[in-house]
């Protein structure tokens, strides 16, 4: 494992849930807002992809990983050209072209997890999949949701509901995020067995002093969004986005600070928080 291969899959995820999300924003929020968003998506993977090819393959199965390499690839290519041509051409199929990058982006990050739970049991990849398709909708979620906040200030006259919308699926998305992790974490502890497993149980990873860095992804990556996206519901409610925005900030910080720490964990531990 590496620095390189965390940022791989962190900034993979977050470029793929960036793609994903953009599919739930209403147009009204205007031609630069799709621009620079999907723009920085693009970015996010095309760093990614840098990593990767600069650092050792994440997973066990080289199969797999070269074809979620592919498909991101894939992801990356026509996330490109959604960019490029929006307010040009192609306004009738934009979003379908959108939504082929973010299919091929789930594709992607769906592989990425089988590939790097190849050796575990079924009911792990599965746990795996759904743990890495829950962090890329939430780190989506809660940076989509943080330029749409901040794009109130180039359109002040956008309805309120657009920002209420997105804020909304951020909260979906955090709290299918609390259960995967929490049934991830039940599982780890339930299922060792010291006769068969190497190395010491979950639980005793969790209580010692690498366990801070559980904590610390509990804390800012899961407590943290929790209160932050009620905060800035009831602010949104109130028609105050300028007070929902400086919220989002701080959310999507902690959301980072607690998927980055949640990259490093899985690839450590082997369990999917």
Do not use: N
């Amino acid at each position: 494992m590496s620095l390189s291969t965390v940022l791989f899959l962190f900034l993979a995820h977050l470029g793929v849930g960036i793609a994903f999300t953009l599919l739930f924003v209403s147009r009204d929020a205007g031609i630069k807002f799709f621009r620079f968003t999907a723009g920085l998506g693009a970015i996010l993977i095309a760093v990614a992809l840098a990593f990767r090819y600069g650092a050792p393959a994440p997973s066990l199965s080289p199969a797999l990983d070269r074809r979620a390499l592919l498909a991101l690839d894939a992801a990356e290519a026509v996330l490109v050209v959604y960019w490029a041509t929006i307010g040009r051409m192609f306004t009738r199929i934009r979003t379908a072209i959108l939504a082929a990058s973010a299919v091929a982006g789930v594709v992607a990050v769906v592989l990425q997890a089988l590939a790097v739970s190849a050796d575990r049991s079924g009911i792990v990849q599965a746990i795996t999949v759904a743990s890495f398709l829950t962090s890329a909708a939430m780190l989506g979620g809660a940076c989509t949701a943080m330029i749409l906040g901040h794009w109130y200030l180039v359109l002040p006259s956008m309805e309120v509901g657009y920002l209420q919308s997105i804020v909304g699926m951020h909260i979906v998305s955090m709290a299918a995020r609390v259960v995967v992790v929490a049934v991830a974490v039940w599982f780890a502890i339930a299922t060792f067995r010291p006769d068969l497993d190497a190395g010491p149980s979950f639980r005793h990873y969790i209580f010692s002093i690498d366990g801070i860095f559980f904590w610390q992804r509990v804390l800012f990556g899961l407590a943290g969004p929790a209160v932050l996206s009620y905060l800035t519901w009831e602010t949104a409610k109130i028609r105050s986005t300028q007070s929902a925005t400086g919220i989002l900030y701080v959310d999507f910080f902690t959301v980072v600070v607690g998927e980055v720490l949640a990259k490093y964990i899985v690839l450590a531990t082997r369990v999917p928080v």
